[in-house]
C-alpha cells in the first residue's frame, strides 16, 4: 500500500507555532513517527509540505498518476475556504482522509466548518499527530475491505 501525506500552510512551523493548540513535536518529528508506524503496517509513505494552495493541488493530482492507494491530507487553514483542494481531492478519487491536530470543532467559529471533508471519506482531528496514525490505519483498513470513495 502506497500513501502520500500532504500538510498545508504553516505546517512547517509546528513545534513553535502555538504549542498550547499544535504541540511542540516538528513536522519533521511527526513524519519520522508516521513513517516507523507505516512500515510495521507494511505501508510505504511520501510525505508534502507546502504553503502555497496551487502546490497542494498538484500533489493531489500527482498522487493520482503515481497510483497512490491513499492520501492523508491536513489542509491547514485551506480546510474552511479552498474549494479547489475540495474539488481536486474530487478529482482524483484517491480515497482521502483530512487529519487536523487540533480539535477544530472546538476552537473559534470560522474554524468548525471544513469544504474538503465532504470530498474525503473521513476526518480526524483533535488527537495531535496520532491522528496521522489513525489516519494511516483507516486508510488501510478502508482500501482492503473496497471502501474507495
Known sequence: MKLVIINGPNLNFLGTRE?????????????????????????????????????????????????ADGIILNPAAYTHYSYAIHDAVKAVAVPTVEIHLSAIHARESFRKESVIAPACIGQISGFGATGYLLAVQALKESTNSGGRK
Request: hydrophobic share 25%.
Open 19 to 67: 504549542p498550547e493548540v499544535y504541540g511542540t513535536q516538528t513536522l519533521e518529528e511527526i513524519e519520522s513517527k508516521i513513517q516507523e508506524y507505516a512500515e510495521k503496517q507494511g505501508v510505504s509513505c511520501s510525505f508534502f509540505q507546502s504553503n502555497s494552495e496551487g502546490d497542494l493541488i498538484d500533489r493531489i493530482q500527482q498522487a493520482h498518476m503515481d497510483k
